[in-house]
């Protein structure tokens, strides 16, 4: 379901994504925004995420150095920009703005992975309480995106979130257990979550990150 756009400012984006709303822009030069609730809403379990064995072992490999939160505008803008099987975006200079904003709100979230000083790959989403809204995530190197997601997942699990909402589900996220479940039982995951008093870890510490990684695969084994 689709609903066109009022003035949107960050405090009513955050009332929106708390009962089950969220924005796209039909196209990137679209300055218009839609409200979506979609029937069927993909989210991505935090318990029981499937990592594949080849990808664990490149994550704790450290091929990529992996940030949290130094970039966020370029991930927004390369999450925006055309792809090789992507040549038109939903996420408009607006949605650019809006998320922005909500960063240096301290709402909104982001993991990079470098290769030398070129960022490769990254994702952003949105925190309300226990609830993490994936947004977008791009690559360009092999398993950048992937090994974000890892990272993302483990972070969340530290910080004691409860639900990981990818809005739809890709065959890219299927692969880690992403399914879609129905409208009114997502909205009362949700209503649970964004009460849970979970916090991003931005520093974890010592071997925290790393340890919560290996407990991931620990679990599919």
């Known amino acids: 379901m689709k609903r066109q756009q009022m003035d949107i400012t960050p405090d009513l984006l955050l009332r ?16 218009r925004l839609y409200w979506l609730d979609p029937e069927q809403r993909g989210v991505l379990p935090l318990s029981g995420f499937h990592m594949p064995r080849r990808l664990r072992r490149t994550v704790l490999a450290g091929r990529y150095r992996v940030t949290t939160d130094v970039a966020f505008a370029t991930v927004v803008a390369a999450c925006a920009s055309p792809a090789p099987q992507r040549n038109e975006t939903w996420i408009n200079p607006v949605i650019e ?11 909104a979230h982001s993991v990079e992975c470098w290769e030398g000083e070129e960022m490769v790959g990254g994702l952003y989403g949105l925190a309300i309480g226990g609830a993490f809204f994936g947004e977008s995530m791009f ?24 639900l990981l909402d990818t809005q739809f589900v890709t065959q890219h996220l299927a692969q ?42 620990e679990e599919r084994e």
């Open 16 to 31: 929106a994504y708390r009962v089950g709303l969220f924005p796209m822009a039909e196209a990137r030069d679209d300055h």
């Open 97 to 107: 703005r809006l998320f922005t904003e909500l960063h240096e709100a301290g709402h």
């Open 139 to 162: 690559s360009r190197a092999r398993d950048a995106s992937k090994v974000a997601l890892v990272h993302l997942v483990a972070r969340l699990r530290m910080g004691g979130f409860t």
């Open 176 to 217: 880690f257990g992403a399914a879609e479940v129905p409208r009114d039982l997502y909205r009362g995951w949700l209503a649970e979550a964004v009460e849970v008093p979970a916090a991003w870890p931005e520093r974890p510490e010592g071997n925290a990150l790393r340890r919560a990684i290996e407990e991931m695969g």
